[in-house]
């Protein structure tokens, strides 16, 4: 896994961080997680865990895609050596075998530069919205239009793509994707378990 850097983004996750950071520690070269302005110790918690924090600019409006951007910069000022960024939101697990089998699928498939797995809820029978949500993840295996913000993703092209529109307040992995496959990059992947 020495190819892989990984960016999470969250703020204000709590527990929900501490999983998901868990979740990889050890596991890829390097982590980053970007804070959007947390205040329960979200920052001091990823520290803790000897992760890499950058603390996005309070006075520029805070996007999803900006926090990706910044974090990948942070992470190449770092390691400028890692093919691959496998990208979280904080309040997400990545699951035990998924980043060696992202890095296989992008191994095997060099027109493939994006690869996202099936997201699922972890309680899907709390709530009618999390039902709901276990729902509309349920997406087919195979050659997708998009992924979403959870993906493991080539760092030339996602470099050579512009990375991410830090403007956009939702959307930005459709967009991103549409850019990716324009640069001539086959569809983005998603895989199985």
Do not use: H
Not at 51 to 68: H, N
């Amino acid at each position: 896994m020495s190819q892989i850097g990984l960016v999470a983004i969250g703020r204000n996750e709590g527990e929900r961080l501490r999983q998901c950071l868990e979740s990889v520690v050890g596991n890829v070269n390097q982590i980053v997680y970007v804070d959007s302005g947390s205040t329960d110790g979200s920052v001091e918690l990823a520290r803790s865990l000897n992760v890499e924090v950058v603390d996005l600019d309070l006075s520029i409006p805070f996007t999803a895609a900006r926090a990706r951007n910044t974090g990948l910069a942070r992470l190449l000022e770092l390691n400028p050596q890692l093919e691959y960024v496998q990208f979280v939101d904080g309040d997400c697990e990545v699951v035990n075998r998924w980043l060696k089998r992202a890095q296989q699928e992008l191994d095997t498939n060099p027109k493939v530069v994006a690869v996202c797995g099936r997201r699922r809820e972890r309680f899907p029978d709390a709530s009618i919205y999390n039902r709901l949500c276990d729902i509309e993840w349920d997406t087919p295996v195979g050659d997708a239009k998009a992924c979403g913000g959870d993906a493991m993703m080539r760092i030339d092209a996602l470099q050579a793509a512009g990375g991410y529109n830090p403007s956009l307040i939702a959307g930005e992995e459709p967009e991103l994707c549409v850019r990716l496959r324009q640069n001539g990059a086959k569809s983005c992947a998603l895989t199985p378990k």
